[in-house]
């Protein structure tokens, strides 16, 4: 049996070009949105996943419910040891605070610091703008790409 030349390869899954795969594409967009978050965030001393972690923090806890560091992984799909080491930074910039929820268990509550909340609240105009120019405003194109995704992640399960 011989092997497919790598053209016969791609073309033997429909791809001719690699913008043909949407998995290329997603890919290149997720990666080019962080790093223009990474830029727009850079002024103020935080970077995207950073950022993604204090807005995560700050909705979990807007109705005044605690809010536990697993959980914070849980609702972030964020593997548990990135997601600490992600606090850790958060932490030695003073922008939350964790501590135990008891003295003899091993869950620890997130807060934000006073320093937490007034940084998330100059950052999030920064990424909404980003959004706008970056996706387009809240119209046409951007619209159906955003019903899109949003079908997508509600289509799968909640156990991943």
């Known amino acids: 049996m011989t092997k497919p030349s790598?053209?016969?390869?791609?073309?033997?899954?429909?791809?001719?070009?690699?913008e043909d795969s949407i998995g290329f594409l997603l890919w290149r967009?997720?990666?080019?949105?962080?790093r223009e978050?990474?830029?727009?965030?850079?002024?103020?001393?935080?970077?995207?996943?950073?950022?993604?972690?204090?807005v995560q923090t700050a909705w979990l806890a807007r109705d005044g419910e605690a809010v536990t560091?697993?959980?914070?992984?849980?609702?972030?799909?964020?593997?548990?040891m990135q997601l600490s080491n992600i606090l850790k930074t958060l932490e030695a910039k003073q922008l939350i605070t964790r501590r135990r929820a008891a003295p003899a268990a091993r869950s620890k509550l997130v807060a934000l610091t006073p320093g937490g909340i007034d940084l998330l609240a100059r950052a999030l105009p920064r990424v909404q703008g980003l959004h706008d120019s970056f996706f387009g405003d809240d119209t046409g194109s951007s619209r159906t790409l955003h019903a899109c995704l949003r079908q997508l992640?509600?289509?799968w399960p909640d156990d991943d």
Request: charged content about 15%.
């Open 6 to 18: 790598l053209t016969e390869m791609f073309a033997a899954a429909g791809v001719q070009r690699p």
């Open 29 to 34: 967009v997720a990666h080019r949105h962080q």
């Open 37 to 54: 978050v990474d830029r727009v965030l850079a002024a103020i001393d935080l970077t995207h996943l950073q950022f993604v972690v204090l």
């Open 69 to 80: 560091q697993a959980g914070l992984a849980r609702y972030g799909k964020v593997h548990p």
């Open 153 to 155: 992640v509600a289509s």
